[in-house]
């Protein structure tokens, strides 16, 4: 176990002399093999460890007893310790998204604000091998391209995971052996999210019932995926320094960047949708809200006549020019001029849980939706190319084209405010909402919104 992890670290170049690690340590066994196998290495390395553990104000005395632990182990191990406490629950209403993913967030703010404050280097999470391939069929299950499929990378920015070259019976073999105790976490067992259930119910069964090294086939096409991602980066890249242009404001700050079209026509498919996607990465120095129903979007140009844009998320566009292809950020007169001739409503956000049977309202400025189904940030706005919601049976309709069904004028679509999560949308506001996320038997927990108080709306 110790030389394995020691290998992977070196030949993934995960650390170096002088390193100061920010360990994030929840208590579990995946945790607590990390921060003991790095404190082994830790002079090996070169490094100064800091663990931190996150208590996410939920589980009760559980989450107590994990805190409690962690610290007891840090104090053991020589290892300096910090505990910040924070309300998941809270920031998950605040910010219209489900619990697991609040608490996601919180993590990697405090582990980053830690990082600072101890002039750190890196933050090393505890993600091993069976993380791994859970990670690619939750990311093939929900829609993905490469890169997604690639599943995690042993380095992203100040992120490292010494774990992925281990699996979790080796972790808890290895605990077995050093004698050393862990904290188990109940909502492990449940199967309430969606990658809990990948974990307890789908993984097991298709070793089972397909082939027992189906974890292990998962990772190794996983790890073509990575490598294939990689070089087809790298084209879009070299294309992109060759054929590339540059548009700046009057301040000198690079606003859109656009390539020849001729040469991008001249490429296959694959290539032409990675360096439209690098564009919209330079562009936006975000990837969030953008689907390859986007990048299609913007490669379709190409094939049109010249003057023709369509809208991305984000604030951005893609634009046909006689001789490019470019992606640009709106101007802020135009987002801001929009804002204000079609203000967006107010909505209040509430989250409690279901009982089988309670009444669901039916006025048109109060809605349910199933909250454990949303596992990304909403964000209230207008439409966008790309937009979609969920039909009953499980098909899908564009929203312009349930906009063009329901008879809505042309002038009026821009004007209709939607909530969405990236591209599907939960609640064409005024008039219909998406099946995918309308309350069944099977909810647990639904999220309330309130059109502005139910007041002047409806």
């Keep these: 176990m110790y030389r394995k992890i020691l290998d992977y670290i070196r030949r993934n170049r995960l650390f170096a002399p002088g390193d100061r690690v920010i360990v994030a340590l929840s208590g579990g066994a995946d945790s607590v093999c990390l921060l003991v196998v790095l404190n082994e290495l830790r002079e090996v390395l070169g490094l100064e460890l800091k663990a931190v553990h996150v208590h996410h104000g939920l589980r009760g005395e559980e989450a ?9 182990l840090s104090e053991k191990l020589g290892v300096a310790f910090s505990c910040i406490q924070v309300d998941a629950a809270l920031y998950a209403r605040e910010q219209g998204m489900s619990v697991e993913e609040a608490g996601r967030h919180l993590r990697y703010q405090i582990f980053e604000k830690e990082r ?3 002039s750190g280097t890196k933050i090393a999470v505890a993600h091993h091998r069976d993380d791994q391939a859970e990670t690619i069929l939750y990311n093939l299950f929900r829609g993905t ?38 904290c188990e976490d109940s909502t492990n067992a449940q199967t309430d999210y969606v990658r809990n259930r990948i974990r307890s119910q789908i993984l097991p069964e298709i070793r089972e019932q397909v082939n027992k090294r189906a974890g292990e086939n998962i990772l190794h096409a996983g790890e073509m995926a990575a490598q294939a991602d990689e070089y087809l980066e790298k084209q879009a890249e ?12 009057k301040a000198g700050t690079k606003r859109a960047r656009g390539v020849g079209a001729k040469a991008l026509l001249a490429e296959d ?18 990837m969030k809200d953008i689907t390859m129903t986007h990048v299609e979007s913007a490669a379709a140009l190409l094939f ?5 844009q369509v809208d991305l998320p984000c604030g951005l566009i893609a634009v046909r020019t006689p001789g490019e292809l470019w992606i640009k950020k709106k101007k802020t007169e135009e987002l801001v001029d929009k804002e204000k001739d079609f203000p967006l409503p107010k909505l209040d956000f509430k989250v409690f849980p279901y009982k089988k049977g309670q009444e669901i309202p039916k006025n048109g400025y109060t809605k349910w939706f199933d909250y454990d189904k949303i596992k990304c940030a909403l964000s209230v706005r207008y439409r966008e190319t790309g937009d979609y919601m969920t039909l009953a049976g499980g098909g899908k309709k564009t929203i312009k084209a349930f906009m063009i069904d329901e008879k809505i004028p ?3 679509r821009e004007k209709i405010p939607l909530v969405a999560e990236g591209s599907h949308v939960l609640w064409v506001i005024g008039h219909r909402i998406s099946e995918y996320y309308k309350i069944t038997d099977d909810t647990h927990t639904v999220i309330q919104m309130q059109l502005d108080g139910g007041k002047n709306n409806g």
């Design 64 to 72: 107590d007893r994990d805190r409690d632990y962690a610290r007891e």
């Design 116 to 118: 600072l404050e101890f």
């Design 145 to 182: 391209g490469l890169k997604g499929l690639g599943g995690m990378r042993p380095v992203r920015d100040r992120i490292v995971r010494p774990l992925l070259s281990v699996g979790r019976e080796e972790i808890l073999a290895y605990l077995e052996e050093k004698g050393i105790s862990y």
């Design 238 to 249: 070299g294309i992109l320094k060759a054929r590339g242009v540059w548009e700046r404001d």
């Design 269 to 286: 498919d694959i290539i032409r949708n990675y360096v439209i996607r690098r564009m919209i990465r330079s562009v936006n120095e975000s």
């Design 304 to 308: 049109g006549s010249s003057g023709r």
């Design 410 to 412: 042309k002038e009026e």
